[in-house]
């Protein structure tokens, strides 16, 4: 058991040339009380060249050991999420909670992209897919170019013209994204909604859907792949007519009312196929037609059942998958983006194929608008210097003020 003089020598600090210590167990650790001291030595510990940029722990066990003041660690903690090149090299990317959407009726929204093939018949590089949200009914149009008039144009005339005047186009920020665009969709009431890349999941349903469609076109063509767009009606057809697996139907069925007749059935009949309604008069035939339709709302409502525990159930595994934020953004708050598009990019160092890793162009900086959740354009430098320079030079000016 100590006596109370050891124990009070223990736990009394002391000085020693004009400088307070606190006498620890182990070492002797020197009392901080300025902050000008307190920010050099958190500079020094984490920025210098031998500290390396290390995490929190690492920095407060540097400081720990030789210093001490009151809340060493929440400020090191604070320091350290702050650096702007740790932020800009960070690995950590916090993602927002998806947010579900449940299309309530039929033609409630399409989701449009574009796919870029290899050059095919006709002089076509490109095709344009469609996707009904609620059925997954898909169109679909081969273009030579991916100008927004033959975008449009395929809009117009494939889903307006065939199925009426829908509610919003879901894209992405691409070749949608021009006046002549927009203009478009105002004129036939329609709502435009174009995702970021930030959150590519917004235009999932199409993504998702592309590579059924173009392998089937490459097994169809069978090497001789100038034939892609001849066949593309073929392969479209074969989406439409493929059980969806969040809805149990087939998308042409939940989109006409009934199944389509496959073409083995004529060679080996079925009752679809069969003249079980010679002999009915025209009413009964009617009345046959509007059980169809009767069945056919029950079907839709089935099927939007099924698609939203099939919503639900993705945003579960999205968000216990991916590291959400902690708190949400505020308005007003700096953040830093991560450029997607960027990853697919490399370089060669000494013949070795590595990935590109430039800060200056992996990230973007923007506010959010005053007393709203809408971005803002990104910061650009009126005097044509580096985008990337600039905003560093604005965090720096503001942390002085």
């Not at 430039?358 to 354009?377: I, P, Q, S, Y």
């Amino acid at each position: 058991m100590l006596s109370l003089g050891e124990l009070g020598r223990r736990l009394i600090s002391f000085y020693f040339k004009m400088v307070i210590y606190g006498s620890g167990q182990r070492e002797v650790m020197r009392v901080i009380d300025d902050q000008e001291t307190k920010l050099q030595l958190l500079k020094e510990c984490h920025e210098s060249l031998w500290a390396g940029h290390r995490g929190v722990w690492a920095t407060y066990m540097k400081l720990k050991e030789r210093y001490w003041w009151r809340g060493l660690y929440q400020n090191v903690v604070n320091f350290v999420s702050s650096c702007l090149h740790c932020q800009f090299y960070s690995k950590i990317r916090h993602r927002d909670g998806l947010v579900p959407t449940f299309p309530p009726i039929m033609h409630f929204q399409w989701v449009v992209d574009l796919v870029m093939m290899p050059p095919g018949m006709w002089g076509m590089k490109y095709f344009v897919l469609a996707r009904e949200d609620l059925s997954n009914y898909v169109e679909g149009r081969a273009l030579r170019s991916k100008t927004p008039k033959g975008i449009c144009r395929f809009i117009l005339e494939d889903i307006v013209c065939s199925y009426g005047s829908i509610s919003s186009i879901r894209a992405d920020r691409g070749d949608l994204d021009t006046g002549e665009a927009h203009d478009l969709f105002q004129r036939y009431g329609m709502k435009l909604k174009l995702t970021s890349t930030y959150n590519p999941e917004g235009i999932g349903k199409s993504e998702r859907g592309h590579p059924p469609i173009v392998n089937a076109l490459v097994k169809a063509c069978d090497g001789k792949r100038r034939q892609w767009p001849r066949l593309l009606p073929f392969a479209l057809w074969a989406d439409r007519t493929t059980h969806c697996s969040t809805t149990g139907y087939m998308p042409v069925e939940l989109m006409l009312g009934q199944k389509p007749i496959m073409h083995v059935e004529n060679e080996v009949p079925t009752w679809a196929t069969l003249p079980w309604e010679d002999g009915l008069d025209r009413e009964s035939l009617l009345a046959l037609r509007i059980r169809q339709l009767e069945r056919r709302e029950d079907d839709i409502q089935e099927a939007q059942k099924k698609l939203e525990a099939a919503r639900l159930g993705n945003k579960e595994r999205f968000d216990k998958t991916h590291r959400l934020r902690p708190q949400p953004i505020q308005p007003g708050d700096w953040v830093l983006v991560y450029d997607s598009s960027l990853e697919n990019q490399h370089s060669t160092v000494h013949g070795t194929l590595v990935r590109v890793q430039v800060a200056g162009k992996r990230v973007k900086l923007f506010r959010r608008r005053e007393g709203t959740n809408d971005l803002v354009d990104f910061l650009e430098p009126e005097d044509g210097t580096d985008h990337d320079f600039v905003v560093e030079e604005e965090l720096h000016a503001e942390a002085d003020d």
